[in-house]
């Protein structure tokens, strides 16, 4: 058992399984599609405040969940708003899982040594876990580092 007493994440509650499981739906279903219907072809998202959403589109404009809302700006700059039947709580901390392992990546990312054949830190929507690779294919020293908020087999976050 972790001792949580130290984390920088909050306690996870008993929501949290559900709630992720919805909102990692979201992410599959509604908000990656509309980063490919911008982009032609990207799916990856990224950890935003308050939970996560797509890159700004090449006109404008982004989808993202805030909390338990999502939200669609336009590249007017419109912002439409539809609220999302997952718990308030679980949802923060969610988001809080998102943020963290996006700020230890990025660190983590940023200390790669020249040359390391570095990939982007993503949030992938098929797994729902931010994510980057390191080092060379080619001579099978590619690695692959990440932290997963759970997942049917693992309901805590963990890290891959």
């Known amino acids: 058992m972790v001792d949580q007493t130290d ?19 979201i992410a599959e279903q509604v908000v990656s599609p509309a980063r490919v219907a911008a982009t032609g072809n990207e799916i990856a998202l990224e950890a935003t405040p308050g939970g996560f959403g797509t ?17 669609v700006e336009e590249s007017d700059g419109s912002v439409r ?24 990546l990025t660190a983590l990312h940023d200390e ?5 054949q570095v990939s982007a830190v993503r949030l992938w929507p098929e797994h729902f876990d931010v994510a980057f690779e390191q080092g060379a294919e080619a001579e099978g020293r590619r690695a692959s580092y990440g932290v997963s908020p759970g997942d049917a087999d693992h309901p805590a976050p963990y890290l891959a």
């Open 55 to 71: 890159p700004q589109f090449p006109d404008g404009g982004c989808v993202r969940v805030d909390g338990t809302e999502l939200v």
């Open 81 to 104: 708003r539809s609220a999302l039947d997952v718990d308030p709580e679980a949802a923060a901390a969610l988001a809080a899982v998102h943020a963290f392992a996006w700020d230890v």
């Open 7 to 25: 984390s920088p994440l909050p306690p996870l509650p008993s929501a949290f399984p559900a709630t992720r499981d919805e909102l990692h739906h």
């Open 112 to 116: 790669a040594p020249a040359g390391a």
